[in-house]
C-alpha cells in the first residue's frame, strides 16, 4: 500500500528507506534474475525484459552516483527502486513484480547481503588470526605466567596464550561457515505467503543468483530470519572472544603487569595526565560487545511469537544486523592493526616470576616421579611453599637442607625445576612445550592459508 493518504508521522514510522535503501544492490541483481526468468519462462516478452534490465542498471548507477532522490513516502527500497523504474522506463515496469511479493523480494535482499557479509566477516577474522600467528612467532620464546583466577598458576609460553585466541576464533569461523549453508537458499518464488500462479523456474533463479538450494515451503521462506539470528549470535560470540582479548590487553598494559605496550597509534592520550597512554581500542571493543549483544536479543524478542507468515514487525530485522555487521568488522579490522603494534616487555614478564612459586606443581610432579602418590606430594609443596613465602625465599632461594626438612626425595636435581623445564615437561598434545606450540604454530599458519 502506497503512504499518499498516511498521515506525515505515520509515514515516517513505517518507512524502512533510511536504512534499507543499504540493500539496494542485492534487490537490484534480485529483480534483474526475477525478469529474466520471467522473460525465459513466456510470462513477460524479451523486449520487456531487456527494458527492465536497462533500467535497473541505469537506476544501480544513479544511485551510485548519489543521483537517485529516495523518498520517505515511498516506503522502503523496493517501492522507491520500482516508482524509479516507472519514471524511466514507463508502464512496462509493471511487469517486473509479476510472480513477486514485497515478502519474498525482502528475504532475498537480506539473505544475498547476509551471504555477502559472511565472506567478510572470514577474510576479516583471518587477519586478525594473522596478526595473532604473528606476534606468537615473533616472541616464541617467551614464558609467561599462565594464570587462574587470575592468580599465578603455572608458566606458559606466551605463543601458546595467543594461539588459544587463534582457536576460538577459527571456532568462529566454523560457525559462519556453518551459518552460510542456511542463509544460501533462495526464497524468491514463495510469493507474498503461498506460492504464485505462474510456472517460475526457480532453480534459474538461484543458478543465477549464485544460491545453491531453493526453499521447500513458502509460507517458512518469507517468515524465516533464522539466518539473521545465526548472524547476530555468530558475531556476539566473537565479540566475547574479542572482549576477552581486549581485556587481558589492557591488563597487561597496565603499569602494574608492564607485560606488553601496544602501539601509540592505536592508545590515546589523557587531555589532564600527561603520563597515560589508554588502551581505548581495546576499551571500545570490550564495550561495543554490549550493543552487539543486544541486537541478539532484539531480533529474538522481534521474532518471537510471531504468527505465519510475513508481519511487518520484521522490518525491525535490519538495523541490528547492519550495526552489527558494521561494528563487528570495525573491531576485526583494528584489533588486526592493534595486535601488530605490540611489543612485548620480556624482561617485566619474566620479573613477574621472580619468586618462582609459579613452580609449585613442578616441585609436586617432581616428588611423585620419585614414587610419592600425587595428593601427598601437593601436600607437601602445599607446607614448603608456605615456609618459603614465611621465609621470604623463593624456592630456589632454599637449600638442601630444608627441603629435606620437606621430604626425604628432594635431592639436588630439585634445583633443575625452572620455567623452562616446566614448560618443556609439558609436552603433551595440546600442551604449552616449545615442540607442540611449534607444531600449533605450523598448523595455524596452514589453516590461515587455507
Ligand atoms: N520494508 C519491508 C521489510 O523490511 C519489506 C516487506 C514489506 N512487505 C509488506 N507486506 N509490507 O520487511
Known amino acids: 500500500m502506497r503512504l499518499k493518504d498516511t498521515n506525515k508521522l505515520a509515514q515516517g514510522y513505517v518507512a524502512s528507506i533510511p536504512f534499507d535503501r ?10 534483474i534474475a526475477h525478469a529474466r526468468m520471467l522473460a525465459k519462462q513466456g510470462i513477460i516478452a524479451k523486449s520487456e525484459a531487456e527494458t527492465i534490465i536497462k533500467g535497473l542498471n541505469s537506476i544501480r548507477k544513479k544511485i551510485e552516483r548519489g543521483k537517485f532522490q529516495f523518498k520517505t513516502e515511498l516506503e522502503d527500497i523496493h517501492m522507491n527502486i520500482e516508482a524509479g523504474l516507472f519514471e524511466k ?4 515496469a509493471g511487469k517486473l513484480h509479476t510472480a513477486r511479493s514485497r515478502n519474498d523480494q525482502i528475504a532475498l535482499d537480506l539473505r544475498l547481503f547476509v551471504k555477502e557479509e559472511i565472506l567478510k566477516t572470514i577474510d576479516k577474522i583471518k587477519a586478525l588470526q594473522t596478526s595473532l600467528v604473528e606476534l606468537a612467532e615473533a616472541n616464541k620464546a617467551v614464558i ?3 594464570y587462574t583466577h587470575l592468580q599465578q598458576a603455572q608458566p606458559v ?28 537458499v533462495l526464497p524468491l518464488g514463495s510469493g507474498a505467503l503461498a506460492g504464485v500462479p505462474y510456472p517460475l523456474d526457480r532453480e534459474f533463479v538461484a543458478r543465477e543468483l549464485g544460491f545453491s538450494k531453493v526453499s521447500t515451503n513458502s509460507l517458512d521462506a518469507v517468515s524465516d530470519r533464522d539466518f539473521v539470528i545465526e548472524y547476530e549470535a555468530a558475531a556476539a560470540i566473537v565479540m566475547m572472544h574479542l572482549s576477552r582479548l581486549a581485556e587481558e590487553l589492557i591488563l597487561w598494559s597496565s603499569s ?28 571500545l571493543a570490550r564495550g561495543k560487545t554490549g550493543r552487539v549483544y543486544g541486537n541478539l536479543m532484539g531480533i529474538l524478542t522481534t521474532m518471537k511469537s510471531l504468527p505465519l507468515a510475513y508481519n511487518r514487525d520484521m522490518q525491525e530485522d535490519k538495523e541490528g544486523l547492519f550495526d552489527t555487521v558494521d561494528t563487528l568488522h570495525s573491531s576485526l579490522e583494528v584489533f588486526a592493526g592493534m595486535v601488530k603494534t605490540i611489543r612485548v616487555n620480556t624482561e617485566r614478564i619474566s620479573q613477574a616470576m621472580k619468586t618462582d612459586y609459579i613452580l609449585a606443581t613442578d616441585l609436586a610432579d617432581y616428588l611423585v616421579k620419585k614414587g610419592m602418590p600425587f595428593r601427598e606430594a601437593h601436600g607437601v609443596v602445599a607446607k614448603l611453599s608456605k615456609y618459603a613465602m ?9 637449600g638442601r637442607k630444608e627441603y629435606r ?3 626425604p626425595l628432594f635431592s ?28 600449533a604454530l605450523r598448523r595455524a599458519k596452514r589453516l590461515i592459508k587455507k
Do not use: W
Request: net charge neutral; hydrophobic share 35%; aromatic share 10%.
Open 22 to 31: 543499504r540493500l539496494y544492490r542485492q534487490d537490484i541483481e534480485g529483480s
Open 89 to 92: 522506463i514507463g508502464d512496462v
Open 412 to 439: 639436588n636435581d630439585v634445583y633443575k625445576i625452572t620455567a623452562e623445564s616446566s614448560v618443556a615437561a609439558r609436552n603433551v598434545v595440546g600442551g604449552t612445550s616449545p615442540q607442540q606450540v611449534g607444531k
Open 256 to 283: 602494574e603487569f608492564g607485560f606488553i605496550e601496544i602501539g601509540e597509534a592505536f592508545t590515546t592520550g589523557s587531555s589532564i595526565m600527561p603520563q597515560k597512554k589508554n588502551p581505548d581500542v581495546a576499551e
Open 390 to 398: 614465611s621465609k621470604g625465599k623463593s624456592f630456589r632461594e632454599l
Open 405 to 407: 626438612k620437606f621430604s
Open 144 to 146: 609467561m605466567p599462565g
Open 157 to 184: 609460553l606466551l605463543a601458546h596464550h595467543l594461539l588459544a585466541y587463534f582457536e576460538m576464533f577459527q571456532r568462529d569461523k566454523e560457525r559462519f561457515h556453518d551459518c552460510l549453508k542456511r542463509t544460501d
